[in-house]
C-alpha cells in the first residue's frame, strides 16, 4: 500500500512539475531557437464583421460601440450585436445609435453566448469574423492590426494581447493574464497559439462551425482552433492590444471560474482533433500540457496532498514535502483573509489567486460530471 501511495505522489508531483515549471521554461528556450515564421502582411484590408453577444450589459455597451466605431478601419466595419433576451436597457441604448454599420438582433428568450455567437456569424457578410465582449476596449488601430496577418492563406486566424488592467485590487489576475500572454505568444512563434482569448480574436469566417448551443463551452478556444482542422495557423498579433478591468470582487471573479472550469471539460470533445500529432504538430504538445494538464491539475493537487499525508514514511523527504504543502495552503488561507480586508500582499494574493483557480476549476469538472452545465452567464461585476 505504501509503494501504491508513493508512486501516486511522484506521478502528481511529476504532473504539476511539468504543467506549471517544466513547460514554461521548455516553450521559452524552444521559441528562442526556433525561427519566427515571417509575416506576410495584407495590402488591402478586407470587410470585417465584429460578433458581439451581449446580455444586461446597459453599463458598458454604448461605450463598447464607441470604441469600435472609433476604429482606423470604420468604413470596412459591421458590428453585429446580438443580445440574449437582455432584460435592461441594452438593447434601447443598442438602437440609439442608429448607425447602419450596426447591426442588433435579440433572441426570442436567453439561449448562452454560443447561441449568441451561432446568430452573429449567420447574420455576418464579411469574410474575416472578429470576437469581441462587451466590456472590452480596443486600441484605435486594434482591428487593422489583426486583420493585417491575413496576407497568407497559412494563417486562418489571429489572436490579439489581452491587457488586464488591475482595479488596484486584483493584481493577481493581471499577473496570471501576463503568464498566459508569455506562452500564447512564444506558442505562436514555433508554430500556432493553442487557443485565443476571448476579448479579442479573428478567423476566416470560413472556418467557423457553429458551436454546441445547449451547454456551457469555451466558445473562444473552439472557435478559434478550428483553422487548424484545415491545416491553418492561429497566430498571435502582439500589437493588436484589447483591454479590460480586472474583477471587483472575488466572489464574481471565483464563479466566473467555476463557469469556465465548467466549459472546458465540455469542450474537451469538440477539440480532440489536436491530440493528432500527425496533423498539428507542435499544437498536440501545447494542448497536453498548457491545457489538459492544467484542466486536470486539481485531482492531481488532491492526490499530491492525500498521498502525502497517508506514505508511512520514516524519509525527510516526504515529511519536508507535506510541511511545504501546508503552509502553501496555509498562506492560500491568509491571503484570502487578507483579500477580504480589502489587503493585497503580492505573494499571499498570487497563492490564493492559484487556489482559487484550482478550486473554481475543480468545483466546474465536479459540476461537468453531474450534467450541471447551463450554457448562460452573467456580466460579472468590473
Known amino acids: 500500500m505504501d509503494n501504491i501511495l508513493k508512486i501516486t505522489f511522484l506521478v502528481s508531483a511529476t504532473v504539476i512539475f511539468l504543467t506549471y515549471i517544466f513547460y514554461p521554461i521548455f516553450i521559452f528556450f524552444l521559441s528562442r531557437i526556433k525561427p519566427s515564421p515571417s509575416p506576410n502582411y495584407l495590402q488591402e484590408v478586407p470587410g470585417v464583421s465584429v460578433i458581439l453577444p451581449v446580455y444586461n450589459e446597459e453599463s458598458v455597451v454604448r461605450r463598447r ?99 488586464i488592467k488591475p482595479s488596484g485590487k486584483q493584481k493577481a489576475e493581471s499577473g496570471y493574464w501576463k503568464f498566459e500572454r508569455f506562452l500564447k505568444e512564444r506558442e505562436g512563434k514555433l508554430s500556432s497559439v493553442c487557443g485565443a482569448n476571448g476579448a479579442i480574436y479573428s478567423i476566416r469566417k470560413e472556418y467557423f462551425k457553429p458551436l454546441p448551443s445547449n451547454k456551457n463551452v469555451l466558445d473562444d478556444f473552439i472557435t478559434s482552433l478550428q483553422p487548424l482542422r484545415f491545416g491553418k495557423r492561429l497566430i498571435f498579433e502582439r500589437e493588436a492590444m484589447a483591454r479590460e478591468e480586472a474583477s471587483v470582487t472575488i466572489s464574481g471573479e471565483y464563479r466566473r471560474k467555476i463557469r469556465i472550469g465548467n466549459a472546458d471539460f465540455n469542450s474537451i470533445k469538440e477539440v480532440l482533433f489536436l491530440l493528432n500529432i500527425f496533423k498539428c504538430s507542435w499544437v498536440s504538445v501545447f494542448f497536453v500540457f498548457h491545457k489538459l494538464l492544467r484542466w486536470f491539475a486539481p485531482v492531481f493537487l488532491l492526490m499530491l496532498y492525500f498521498s502525502n499525508l497517508f506514505i508511512n514514511s520514516i524519509f525527510l523527504f516526504f515529511n519536508i514535502t507535506f510541511i511545504i504543502q501546508i503552509l502553501f495552503y496555509l498562506s492560500g488561507f491568509i491571503g484570502w483573509l487578507f483579500l477580504r480586508k480589502g489587503k493585497y500582499p503580492p505573494v499571499l494574493t498570487a497563492v490564493t489567486y492559484f487556489c482559487i483557480m484550482n478550486v473554481s476549476l475543480l468545483t466546474g469538472m465536479l459540476n461537468w460530471l453531474t450534467g450541471d452545465s447551463k450554457p448562460y452567464w452573467e456580466p460579472v461585476r468590473r
Do not use: W
Open 65 to 163: 460601440l464607441e470604441n469600435l466605431l472609433d476604429q482606423t478601419l470604420f468604413s470596412k466595419l459591421e458590428i453585429i450585436v446580438v443580445s440574449d433576451a437582455s432584460k435592461d436597457r441594452t438593447d434601447e441604448i443598442v438602437k440609439s445609435f442608429n448607425d447602419s454599420r450596426i447591426k442588433l438582433f435579440r433572441l426570442d428568450r436567453r439561449s448562452g453566448k454560443a447561441a449568441c455567437i451561432n446568430t452573429g456569424v449567420e447574420q455576418s457578410s464579411n469574410e474575416i469574423l472578429i470576437f469581441t465582449d462587451a466590456n472590452t476596449e480596443f486600441e484605435s488601430d486594434a482591428i487593422e492590426k489583426l486583420v493585417r496577418n491575413y496576407g497568407t492563406f497559412e494563417v486562418g486566424g489571429v489572436c490579439g494581447y489581452l491587457e
